[in-house]
């Protein structure tokens, strides 16, 4: 099987003043099945720009992204929308629950957006595994920061996604909440087979992944598998 993903001489630039800034500057790499990478970089280095324009979410300036091998560029938004909705799971760091859905609620949107049958089981069997079988009637205020992004880690990996990206999905959590996260995101994310792109700006979670990129100024400037 190919790379799941293929970044090419990606950029993005915007207008600034008389001039442009340089958001992202041809990068590329490519990912295979089942890896989990994490993307590592300062604030401002251009790391959530690139999980938007991997995700689809966003156009790029130059270079294109292909995602199990089409083009994001080529396709049409209702195949783009079928391929995020089925192919691809997302965790932010605000979590971005639905404040009037339960727990349960909200894990089943996605499965039930592409109409999956046996959504409840599916959504109650999810969050049992995250550790919140006792918490499928609680609404989001109702959780604590630690508990809401499990409920949006269920979420995102409910439409069993190919790829799960996550941005920062740790930066509200206290360090032993956060690395409680991390560990199950990435466990969850190999039981699963399935390939992540991790984004985080501490050194520390990104040493867990199987290999690190490093983003300065919209440039990759390392790229290492750990040993
Ligand atoms: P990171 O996630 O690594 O902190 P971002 O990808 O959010 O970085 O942002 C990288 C840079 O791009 C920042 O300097 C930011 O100000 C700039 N930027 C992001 N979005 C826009 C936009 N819509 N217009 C202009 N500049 C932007
Ligand atoms: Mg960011």
């Known amino acids: 099987m190919g790379d799941v993903l293929a970044i090419e001489g990606l950029g ?3 207008p600034s003043g008389d001039g442009e800034l340089t958001v992202l500057a041809e990068v590329t790499f490519s990912v295979a099945a089942g890896e989990c990478v994490a993307v590592v970089g300062p604030s401002g280095s251009g790391k959530s720009t690139l999980l938007g324009l991997v995700a689809g979410l966003d156009t790029p300036s130059s270079g294109r992204v292909l995602v199990e091998g089409r083009d994001l560029a080529l396709i049409g938004d209702r195949e783009l929308s079928a391929l995020r909705g089925r192919r691809m799971g997302f965790v932010f760091q605000s979590y971005r629950l639905l404040p009037a859905l339960t727990a349960e609620e909200n894990v089943r949107v996605p499965l039930d957006l592409a109409g999956v049958r046996g959504a409840r089981s599916v959504a109650r069997d999810l969050l049992a595994e995250v550790g919140l079988g006792a918490r499928l009637g609680h609404l989001p205020a109702q959780l604590s ?26 930066g509200n959590l206290d360090t ?22 991790y984004v985080t700006h501490e050194q520390r979670l990104a040493a867990r992944a199987g290999r690190v990129i490093a983003l300065r100024d919209g440039r990759v400037v390392e790229d290492r598998r750990a040993s």
């Open 145 to 170: 920061g630690g508990e809401q992004q499990r409920v949006a880690l269920a979420r995102a990996l409910a439409p069993a996604p190919a790829l799960l990206f996550a941005d920062e999905p740790t």
């Open 12 to 14: 993005k630039r915007y």
């Open 176 to 197: 032993a909440t956060g690395d409680a996260m991390a560990e199950l995101l990435f466990r969850l994310v190999r039981a699963r087979g399935a390939t992540c792109i």
